[in-house]
Nanobody, 119 residues
Framework: QVQLVESGGGVVQAGGSLRLSCAGSGRTFRTYVAGWSRRAPGKEREFVASISWGGITKYSDSVKGRFTISREDAKNTVYLQMDTLKPEDTAVYYC?????????????WGQGTQVTVSS
């Protein structure tokens, strides 16, 4: 099983930017779809973005045009560049190694990193 460690969360004002990183252990990480989900207080976890080993990306409508997912397989790392952040983006963000692009068949989750956007 792949182990995932997120970093890069923090507190930012609305309109600002953050970049999350997710480092995966093991060579098999690059064979998975890598992605991000988030859970806001009092809400269920929701899909944010994913990227296949071939570089095909998928985004939720709520972040499309503001967030960019990328991966660097040589470093076993996936990134989530978050721009034009809104208070409603406040959540714990989780990295995933999945067998599908919608992150419904996840093999491993990271521990999560908090993102707080102040108005």
């Amino acid at each position: 099983q792949v182990q995932l460690v997120e970093s890069g969360g923090g507190v930012v004002q609305a309109g600002g930017s953050l970049r999350l990183s997710c480092a995966g252990s093991g060579r098999t990480f690059r064979t998975y779809v890598a992605g991000w989900s988030r859970r806001a207080p009092g809400k269920e976890r929701e899909f944010v973005a994913s990227i296949s080993w071939g570089g095909i990306t998928k985004y939720s409508d709520s972040v499309k045009g503001r967030f960019t997912i990328s991966r660097e397989d040589a470093k076993n790392t996936v990134y989530l560049q978050m721009d034009t952040l809104k208070p409603e983006d406040t959540a714990v963000y989780y990295c995933a190694a999945s067998r599908d692009s919608s992150l419904r068949d996840v093999d491993s989750w990271g521990q999560g990193t908090q993102v707080t956007v102040s108005s």
